[in-house]
């Protein structure tokens, strides 16, 4: 498995979710091309439960920080996939999407500060600035 999905939950979550994409993209074109209504029902469904599937694997993601390239990959996707949601979304998935977008956001950047090589002290400033410790949510379960 490329991206080093063993050490990198976030990496193993991207191998599933990169099968499941394949699937449901599959299922899509079955539907489209099904000849009868049980065909495109059957598609719909498997659609259906996919789609649940990578709802499942987006939700769990937010909980780990990437230690590989496919992992922070999967992370800024589902980043900008609940930015949508916060901004665009009905109000009662607002909250659980910003607090997932924060640990999402907060992944990226011990990741990029781990093996992203040396930095300014600017970036520093920067992070501090706009990101402060204190406000990771990664601490906290960590702690």
């Known amino acids: 498995m490329t991206g080093g ?24 074109e079955r539907g489209l091309r099904g000849e009868s209504p049980r065909e495109r029902i059957a598609a719909q469904a498997t659609v259906d439960e996919i789609t649940a ?16 390239r496919d992992g922070a990959l999967l992370a800024i996707g589902l980043a900008l996939a609940e930015a949508e949601i916060v901004a ?15 640990r999402l956001l907060f992944a990226l950047r011990g990741y990029v500060e781990r093996d992203g090589g040396p930095r300014s002290a600017a970036a ?8 402060p410790d204190a406000m990771d949510p990664h601490r906290a379960l960590a702690g």
């Open 124 to 131: 520093d400033a920067v992070a501090s600035y706009w990101m």
């Open 88 to 102: 665009f979304g009905d109000e009662g998935r607002q909250g659980p999407a910003l607090r997932r977008l924060t």
């Open 5 to 28: 999905a063993d050490a990198c939950p976030l990496a193993a979550l991207c191998a599933e979710a990169g099968d499941l994409i394949r699937r449901r993209l599959a299922a899509e």
């Open 53 to 68: 599937t990578l709802e499942n694997i987006a939700h769990r993601a937010s909980d780990y920080r990437p230690a590989s």
